[in-house]
């Protein structure tokens, strides 16, 4: 069965500073995998997919993921934070040929001034 | 601009009454998913189909019916709502090669 972990529920960052959300996923096969982030009291949006190809994706904002097939990781960077990033963070896996896309836990930024 | 349509955005009803969510999608996308979101859990995938006439369980769905009677629409049925079903729940669109389109959020409160 497919799953996605993300080990840190709430990361605080200072304005500015770097940023690396953890994204562990598991899937036999070939993965495809999604960054998507929620403002508050709103829906889904995505940030950023990797299909199969270049490890390194850029999204919008000037966030960028790095799959590694040998970690099974597809973690979420950020050279400098801003306020407005304040917001939750989901990791998604589906197969290439499956319908099922499937969620972690999510996580929380938060974003010192 | 790939658009999903959830109704109502808000929702009260009674234990044990009966509770339809709707969805409309206009993106002609095979794919269509019904999630709910608590906190500690993320979105958990309840009921999903990949065209007209199909529905497929998810991860949870005791308590939960699917519907999709067209290409545009699925809906979601509780036919004994229970207190344990109030979250917020996300109905959403996609394809095989798209990523996945979300409605807004339906806020259901079973008192």
């Known amino acids: 069965a497919q799953s996605v972990t993300q080990p840190d529920a709430r990361v605080t960052v200072s304005e500015g500073a770097s940023l690396q959300l953890r994204c562990k996923y598991s899937y036999f096969g070939t993965p495809y995998l999604f960054w998507y982030v929620q403002y508050p009291r709103q829906g889904l949006q995505l940030l950023l997919k990797y299909y199969p190809g270049d490890p390194v994706v850029q999204g919008v904002n000037g966030f960028e993921a790095e799959f590694s097939k040998s970690n099974s990781s597809f973690h979420l960077r950020k050279a400098s934070v801003h306020w407005s990033d304040w917001a939750v963070y989901f990791c998604a896996v589906r197969g290439n040929m499956g319908y099922k896309l499937t969620f972690g836990t999510g996580t929380s930024l938060l974003v010192d001034p | 601009e790939a658009a999903v349509t959830q109704s109502p955005r808000n929702k009260v009803a009674v234990t044990g009454g009966k509770v339809t969510l709707s969805c409309n999608q206009t993106n002609n996308h095979n794919n269509m998913y019904w999630y709910r979101q608590d906190t500690g859990h993320g979105l958990r995938l309840i009921h999903y189909?990949?065209?007209?006439?199909?529905?497929e369980k998810g991860d949870i769905p005791d308590g939960y019916k699917a519907s999709r009677p067209s290409q545009e629409n699925f809906s979601l049925i509780l036919e004994l709502a229970t207190p344990s079903q109030t979250s917020v729940y996300f109905c959403?669109?996609?394809?095989?090669?798209?990523?996945?389109?979300f409605g807004k959020g339906t806020r259901l409160t079973v008192v």
């Open positions: 959403a669109s996609g394809d095989q090669n798209t990523e996945v389109f």
């Open positions: 189909s990949y065209g007209a006439g199909s529905t």
